[in-house]
């Protein structure tokens, strides 16, 4: 076992959540569909709506649908576009941008393993927070001081831990979309120079987990995280 496999197994077997978890559950997934709402009308979200095809999963609150990778990319814009969605301090991420919009595209796009019940989807929320949460703090702030953004290097795991919570993959699913995840994520902290691409990073996440968890689903390139060649490993010295 390892850190890997114990957030794997962690996600899996996560059938559960005391009523405390999913109240908050449900006030997250309220408060990040209300900036998604916001979100959408205006700023990057806005300018970024146009340049993006019309699909078939509608868009929450407003005309319009997209594909849905693309209606992820486009609600975790709309997600901190205005800036008022949650944050965790410990770990210095937005859990909710992480997980709702992927969240919300896969439950919009049909069959999954698992079905897609509002209680099955608190639980992946809830599983996709405590990634989130977790793996930042542990990071924390040893990522930030090697000049890395955590929203854009946790984020993809959260939400790929989310979304096969959601999709009901066992253990070892779990385990490779993780290790995909991680090979994806990155991101500057650069942006404080200026410009809108701390927006780009923290929607990196919706469309990392899209293409893992299809892969994962093709039994397609098994990747481990916590590997000494991996990323967590390569950028901060003191994980063990």
Avoid: K
């Avoid at 009308?41 to 849905?68: C, M, S």
């Avoid at 989807?121 to 989130?132: M, P, T």
């Avoid at 994806?184 to 902290?189: I, N």
């Amino acid at each position: 076992m390892g850190a890997t496999a114990d957030l794997a197994g962690f996600a899996a077997g996560l059938h559960s959540v005391p009523a405390e978890v999913e109240h908050a559950a449900v006030r997250h997934l309220i408060d990040t569909l209300g900036v998604i709402v916001a979100g959408l009308g205006q700023g990057v979200a806005a300018q970024l709506a146009p340049l993006q095809p019309e699909g078939d999963l509608p868009l929450p609150g407003r005309p319009g649908a997209r594909a849905a990778a693309d209606h992820a990319y486009l609600c975790g814009t709309a997600a901190h576009g205005l800036e008022l969605d949650d944050g965790y301090r410990e770990g210095s991420v937005h859990p909710g941008v992480a997980g709702v919009p992927a969240l919300l595209a896969e439950a919009l796009s049909g069959p999954v393993t698992a079905p897609v019940t509002g209680r099955n989807l608190l639980i992946a929320l809830a599983a996709g927070y405590e990634a989130d949460c977790t793996l930042a703090a542990a990071l924390h702030p040893a990522l930030r001081d090697r000049g890395f953004h955590a929203p854009s290097t946790v984020g993809p795991l959260a939400a790929a831990v989310a979304v096969a919570r959601l999709r009901g993959f066992d253990a070892a699913r779990t385990e490779t979309a993780l290790g995909l995840a991680a090979s994806e994520a990155g991101g500057l902290f650069a942006f404080l120079g200026g410009g809108e691409v701390l927006l780009l990073h923290l929607i990196l996440a919706e469309v990392v987990q899209f293409i893992a968890t299809i892969l994962v689903v093709m039994d397609q390139f098994p990747v481990v995280l916590r590997d000494d060649r991996g990323r967590f490993a390569s950028l901060v010295s003191v994980v063990g």
